[in-house]
Antibody, heavy 123, light 111 residues
Framework: EVQLVESGGGLVQPGRSLRLSCAAS????????MHWVRQAPGKGLEWVSV????????GYADSVKGRFTISRDNAKNSLYLQMNSLRPEDTAFYYC????????????????WGQGTLVTVSS | NFMLTQPHSVSESPGKTVTISCTRS????????VQWYQQRPGSSPTTVIY?????PSGVPDRFSGSIDSSSNSASLTISGLKTEDEADYYC??????????FGGGTKLTVL
């Protein structure tokens, strides 16, 4: 069974940093690209970032480019999101999601999602 | 980049059929696969349709997906509606610069 467990969320002041983690199990983590997707409370889904199986291809939403960095450690079956220069509008539940394939050449297609971790940016 | 536009809400009675649309603002809807996700209150999203019209194992065949190039839109159709289908539904696609795009979501009420 695919399991994705996010951690690292919490309350942080504007301008500060936070690092999210996602622990994967139940599938061959290094065979799949991975995503981060966020959802502000009561709002819709917003795609944030993607990384392919060997970190060779990475993509970011314009809203986070230059501030957020996605990475992965296949030896630890873990996905990360380093978030710098946080803004109040970054407040959201952050979900990690597994892609349907190892690469994104044939599409950015999340299929399994974690339960999410809440990031609140406020002074 | 392009946008995906969905109706804010739809409602239908149990046993009936409902269709939710997802219109791409620019570029061809057929250029990139469209996915559909169901999100019940308090839960994370789950996939109901991927690659335009493929159903993951475990998703009932009451759920179907299609694309229409003439209207540049994708559709999710749910037949034989059940109260458990009440949820938010999101369409999703991506562009050639490795960026994902979600529609704004549609709240389905089964009454």
């Amino acid at each position: 069974e695919v399991q994705l467990v996010e951690s690292g969320g919490g309350l942080v002041q504007p301008g500060r940093s936070l690092r999210l983690s996602c622990a994967a199990s139940g599938f061959s983590f290094d065979y799949y690209a991975m995503h981060w997707v966020r959802q502000a409370p009561g709002k819709g889904l917003e795609w944030v970032s993607v990384i392919d199986w060997n970190s060779g291809t990475i993509g970011y939403a314009d809203s986070v480019k230059g501030r957020f960095t996605i990475s992965r450690d296949n030896a630890k079956n873990s996905l990360y999101l380093q978030m710098n220069s946080l803004r109040p509008e970054d407040t959201a539940f952050y979900y990690c999601a597994k892609n349907i394939r190892a690469t994104v050449v044939r599409g950015l297609i999340p299929d399994y999602w974690g339960q999410g971790t809440l990031v609140t940016v406020s002074s | 980049n392009f946008m995906l536009t969905q109706p804010h809400s739809v409602s239908e009675s149990p046993g009936k059929t409902v269709t939710i649309s997802c219109t791409r603002s620019s570029g061809s809807i057929a250029s990139n696969y469209v996915q559909w996700y169901q999100q019940r209150p308090g839960s994370s999203p789950t996939t109901v349709i991927y690659e335009d019209n493929q159903r993951p194992s475990g998703v009932p065949d009451r759920f179907s997906g299609s694309i229409d190039s003439s209207s540049n839109s994708a559709s999710l159709t749910i037949s034989g509606l059940k109260t458990e289908d009440e949820a938010d539904y999101y369409c999703q696609s991506y562009d050639s610069s490795n960026r994902g795009v979600f529609g704004g979501g549609t709240k389905l009420t089964v009454l």
